[in-house]
């Protein structure tokens, strides 16, 4: 086993074995900041090619400084390595693992088997945010990783936590626009990760289509999506949920259609909402805590808006109105000739 610590808490601790755990265990906003998505051009495979801005500039992602940017994830990413919000991310989550999810250190530890990574094997994290998820499974499993997100400030800041943690040769960072035909050759990937992200992305069966032309036979492929209606929803409630930008609202039959037409094998779907109700009342508790703090930093309309949208993203949780799915799937093939010597994975279901 291959241990070593590395400043922030990333712990690399992979071995030949892998990891043994299962799972088991734009909405038009004029006026203010804010972005909505344009049909009207075209460009993509799902004919959605970008983004108006409240000046009316279509932001379009193939500039490789994109604009699509919200305040909530300016206000995330711009302070995400300053102490106080690692403090929050402690806090809330009790680890901080460098997310802007609802994942948690031990949710992700039981998403580890069913991705069968280990050295030699490589790893895409689609909208990684700022990469601590990815770094973090990188560093247990000994894979490398590449995280790709619309965001520049996400990946810089992704980028300068690789570099913190002694980890560039194996884990790049690269913005790119996930709604889009990605730029990697097809079986590229032992296995896809997309963490509290998919429901950005506007068209659930092109983009599941999209990874499954990138992933290797065998190749495993793991999401969650956060905004699963399955209760009903006040269209204010929907508003505050969806400020953030683009979001797409599905159901689970939904999900289990795109992998059923996209020929993925099911390996296993599980409702995670619990987690995404206590890491949202979590976080909103260790920033009320930080209050005067907080406003200081990002102004009194974002610090409320932010506490609101997690006290309703809390709620809805909490009532099984909005709910959080994690899905995981296999791209057929043989495995056999790539699979990690000696590994050993108890599947739950
Ligand atoms: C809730 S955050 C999750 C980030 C990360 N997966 C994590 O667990 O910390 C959602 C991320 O999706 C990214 N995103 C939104 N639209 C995207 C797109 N079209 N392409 C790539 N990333 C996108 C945002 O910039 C943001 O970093």
Known sequence: MAQGTSPGG?????????????????????????????????GTRSGYSGYLLEDGAVGHTSNPEPRLKSGHYNTNYGNFQKELYSRI????????????????????????????????????????????????????????????????DAISAASSLAAEHRMV?????????????????DSSFDAITCIDSINHLPDRRAVVSEWVRLLKPAGRLLFTDATVVTGPLTNEEIAIR??????LLTTLACNEEALRQCGLRKLAIKDVTQTMAES???????????????????????????????????R??????LSRFVFAAEKPGDLRKQECAAISVTEAT
């Open 169 to 185: 040769g194996l884990a790049e960072f690269r913005v790119e626009d996930a709604a889009r035909s990605l730029s990697f050759p």
């Open 316 to 321: 809805l949780a909490q009532e099984r109105r």
């Open 242 to 247: 969806t400020y953030a930008g683009f979001y």
């Open 280 to 314: 949202a009342h979590r976080r909103k508790a260790a920033r009320t805590a930080y209050e005067s703090e907080l406003r200081a930093i990002e102004g009194d309309h974002t610090y409320e808006t932010q506490q609101n949208f997690l006290a309703v993203v809390g």
């Open 10 to 42: 990333i712990t690399q601790t992979h071995t030949a074995r892998g990891v043994d755990d299962g799972i088991g265990t734009a909405s038009r906003v004029t006026g203010r900041r804010g972005l909505r998505q344009n049909t009207e051009a075209s």
């Open 89 to 152: 991310r402690r806090d809330a989550y009790g680890d901080d693992i460098g997310q802007n999810s609802w994942l948690t250190a031990e949710e992700q530890d039981s998403f580890l088997s069913r991705l069968k990574l280990c050295p030699g094997k490589r790893l895409l994290d689609v909208a990684c945010g700022a990469g601590g998820p990815a770094l973090r499974i990188a560093a247990k499993t000994g894979c490398s990783v590449l995280g790709i997100d619309v965001h520049p």
